[in-house]
């Protein structure tokens, strides 16, 4: 190819990357996809680990990274309102990078799964509490229901005439 055709194709890219930037595509992408970034480091982190090019302790921000990117890609693409029932994620962001770290550490740091093993135990119960306000009243109604039900045809049907 000649001079003029590299030419060309760098004129037709550079237009096309000003047209699309003028329609909202780039502002787009960055606004929605923005989580990708925080999952990609994670997944780079872990990879370089597994390439045996970093050490163990880059699994804490990797695992806190992988974690923090699904949580905001998720709640991303399909709407903030989630975030109000997810948050405990955040909590086990460290404690699947201290946990991570504890199982691929040779010396097995007692504190990091004590640390991750308390994070994941505080997630845990923050879910049940989230669980338990958001669904509390149809608990209520599914038990009002069954002991009517119970009270109603579940007691042999004897006569106490």
């Known amino acids: ?12 890219g550079a237009g096309l990357v000003i047209l699309l930037g003028k329609m909202g595509f780039f502002s787009f992408i960055g606004s929605v996809l923005w989580p990708v970034a925080l999952l990609v480091g994670g997944i780079l982190l872990h990879v370089l680990y597994f390439g045996r090019l970093l050490p163990t302790a880059t699994l804490v921000p990797a695992g806190i990274l992988s974690v923090y990117g699904l949580l905001f890609l998720f709640c991303n ?8 029932q997810l948050w405990p994620l955040l909590l086990f962001g460290p404690a699947a990078g201290l ?16 640390l991750a093993i308390g994070l994941g135990v505080v997630t845990a119960v923050s879910f049940g ?33």
């Not at 190819?1 to 004129?11: E, T, V």
């Not at 693409?77 to 109000?84: A, M, P, T």
């Not at 946990?99 to 004590?114: C, D, G, V």
């Open 1 to 12: 190819m000649s001079r003029q055709h590299y030419a060309g194709i760098a004129l037709l």
């Open 77 to 84: 693409l399909f709407g903030w309102s989630f975030f109000h």
């Open 99 to 114: 946990y991570e770290y504890y199982a691929f550490e040779p010396f097995k740091p007692r504190m990091a799964l004590q």
């Open 129 to 161: 509490f989230i669980l338990i306000t958001s669904w509390s009243i149809y608990l209520i109604a599914l038990l009002l229901i069954g002991a009517g039900a119970w009270l109603t045809f579940g007691r042999g049907r004897r006569s106490q005439w």
